[in-house]
């Protein structure tokens, strides 16, 4: 898990490294911050749900498929951004890459099968 998350936040840094003549800090904490990163999570963990569902041979080969579409949504976001007059934000880099390991991490403890399995319980005294 651990050489995907930095597989991937190589391949987003690296693609857009290619627009880092015009990227700049901006704010570390918005709204649009928290956007990028539950976005990117809901793409991986949405992506790899739609895999195991309906493409098992798939997921059971490449159970992180969900992180291609989330590189690449966040790397057109902030090539977009640098299309029409903005600029890349290295905080949105770092919060989409936040979000693609969160949502890895969700299919890691929600999807894949763990050794000894999965509990979870809920108790509440009155």
């Keep these: 898990m651990i050489k995907t998350i930095a597989a991937s936040a190589a391949i987003f840094c690296a693609t857009s490294a290619l627009a880092a003549p015009r990227c700049?800090?901006?704010?570390w904490v918005s709204r649009d911050k928290t956007l990028?990163?539950?976005g990117n999570a809901a793409l991986?963990?949405?992506?790899d749900?739609?895999?195991?569902?309906?493409?098992?041979?798939?997921f059971n080969d490449y159970?992180?498929?969900?992180?291609?579409?989330?590189?690449?949504a966040s790397a057109m976001r902030e090539f977009d951004k640098v299309s029409f007059g903005g600029n890349c934000e290295y905080a949105s880099m770092t919060y989409d890459v936040l979000g693609i390991?969160?949502?890895?991490?969700?299919?890691?403890?929600?999807?894949?099968?763990?050794?000894?399995?999965?509990?979870?319980?809920?108790?509440?005294?009155?």
């Design 36 to 38: 990028h990163a539950a």
């Design 101 to 126: 390991a969160v949502g890895m991490l969700g299919t890691k403890v929600l999807l894949t099968p763990q050794p000894g399995g999965v509990r979870v319980t809920y108790h509440k005294e009155f």
């Design 49 to 58: 749900v739609l895999a195991k569902e309906f493409a098992p041979r798939v």
């Design 24 to 27: 700049v800090t901006g704010p």
């Design 63 to 72: 159970p992180y498929i969900g992180v291609l579409p989330a590189v690449a």
């Design 44 to 47: 991986v963990l949405g992506t």
